[in-house]
């Protein structure tokens, strides 16, 4: 059965360690990280998580895109386990666009990140998949993966003008849905 795990916030050190490769992907220990990261991020309103973030120095992460409270505009997708992921090329388009994070609880960021990749990770059953993303699950893999090289977003932010909290974004996403219907 699959637990939630506190998720530490910055400050903590793991989160700026380069998380170490996952050599086994078949060990019980990794399998039932993988059930817990899908519940913590569930439970969190997360539409990603990397294993760092709940203090496991670990190339893992989860990318489970979903309407929520936090993000109420993001596709659906069913929880997605990456495991030693690597972004093997992008196109040339950065977006900027407002991110958030667990780890940074009650604060968004705009941060520019690639339109379009192309990445490589292994599944959960330790099968090589390659794919090609775009737009927000692009930008969910691009935040994930610097989780796994010890970057938070806070760190492609381009200056304070480019912060606001939560409250104020989501104020924000109900103004502009509020102004669109009209």
């Known amino acids: 059965m699959a637990t939630k795990r506190d998720v530490i916030a910055v400050g903590d050190p793991v ?12 060990d019980p220990y990794v399998q039932r990280l993988i059930d817990d990261l899908i519940e913590t991020a569930r439970l969190a309103n997360g539409v990603g998580i990397a294993a760092p973030q709940i203090s496991c120095s670990e ?8 309407p929520n409270a936090r993000y109420p505009q993001a596709p ?4 997605t386990a990456m495991l030693n992921p690597r972004l093997v090329a992008h196109g040339e388009t950065l977006v900027q666009g407002w991110e958030g994070c667990l780890s940074v609880p009650g604060v968004r960021g705009l941060v520019p990140r690639y339109e379009h990749i192309d990445v490589e990770y292994l599944g959960r059953d330790g099968a090589l998949r390659r794919q ?7 930008r969910i893999f691009q935040h994930e993966l610097d989780h796994l090289d010890g970057i ?8 304070k003008d480019d912060l606001m909290s939560e409250a ?9 849905r509020g102004s669109s219907r009209g």
């Open 76 to 79: 659906l997708m069913e929880p």
């Open 152 to 159: 938070v977003f806070l760190d492609r932010v381009g200056g």
């Open 59 to 66: 190339r893992l992460f989860i990318v489970a895109s979903r």
């Open 168 to 176: 104020d974004y989501l104020d924000m996403l109900l103004a502009a």
């Open 132 to 138: 090609q993303l775009a737009d927000f699950v692009a």
């Open 15 to 26: 989160l700026r360690q380069v998380a170490a490769p996952v050599a086994d992907v078949a």
